[in-house]
């Protein structure tokens, strides 16, 4: 099936540490997005790539960096994980950018320690 | 500014209850409105659309302007209906999608 997939699920970090989260896609979407979702709390959009394009939201830390090799690959790095960076990560695709049915992986839940 | 506000965070019916998940948005322009849903370990999936005007899984969803409002209601609730619901909106600008903070719907028997 082409889905979103997202590893390693869970990942757990030491403050400070950088880490580095994956999503990968077979839809062949135009568009990846990153959010972190903090508990009993709404999805939040950090950056998203169209095609090569990078476009960061402008309350997104500068902590958060993230990279897209090709069409199918997008990473997402923190580069000093702190406590308030535990969350859900997920990643996302769209055919292209303004259509809203996008398709989500199933995240990877980070904790720092 | 747009937002999508889910005002109520838990919502419990009987099975065979009719169900109805609030959403109020505020958007200046034209958004797209969407309903997402999350069940028990499970990633997040597109539900229903507003453009669509379609029925999933029995859940509809009318998009009414006036009210900036896109609730989404089912007749009679099942059980496997539990989840957890967001509302979402893209402005006409395009790009991001916004969410609400969610509603979980525990349907007990």
């Known amino acids: 099936d082409a889905m979103v997939i997202q590893n390693p699920r869970y990942q757990v970090t030491q403050f400070g540490k950088p880490v580095t989260l994956s999503c990968s896609q077979t839809?062949?979407?135009?568009?990846m997005y990153w959010y972190q979702q903090k508990s009993s709390q709404a999805p939040k959009l950090l950056f998203h790539?169209?095609?090569?394009?990078?476009?960061n939201e402008a309350d997104t830390p500068d902590n958060f960096q993230s990279r897209r090799p090709n069409t199918s690959f997008c990473f997402l790095d923190i580069r000093s994980p702190g406590l308030g960076d535990a969350a859900m990560y997920l990643c996302a695709t769209s055919r292209k950018q303004g259509a809203g049915g996008y398709t989500f992986g199933s995240g990877t839940r980070l904790t720092v320690v | 500014a747009q937002r999508v506000t889910q005002p109520e965070k838990l919502l419990s019916v009987f099975k065979g209850a009719p169900v109805e998940l609030k959403c109020n948005y505020s958007y200046s322009g034209s958004p797209e409105l969407f309903w997402y849903v999350q069940y028990s370990r499970q990633r997040l999936q597109l539900l229903l659309r507003h453009i669509s005007r379609e029925s999933i899984k029995g859940f509809t969803a009318d998009l009414n302007k006036g009210e900036t409002s896109f609730h989404l209601k089912k007749p009679f609730a099942q059980e496997e209906d539990s989840a957890m619901y967001y509302c979402a909106l893209i402005g006409n600008q395009g790009g991001k999608l916004i969410f609400g903070q969610g509603t979980e719907l525990s349907v007990k028997p």
């Open positions: 839809l062949n979407h135009n568009v």
């Open positions: 790539y169209y095609d090569k394009d990078f476009n």
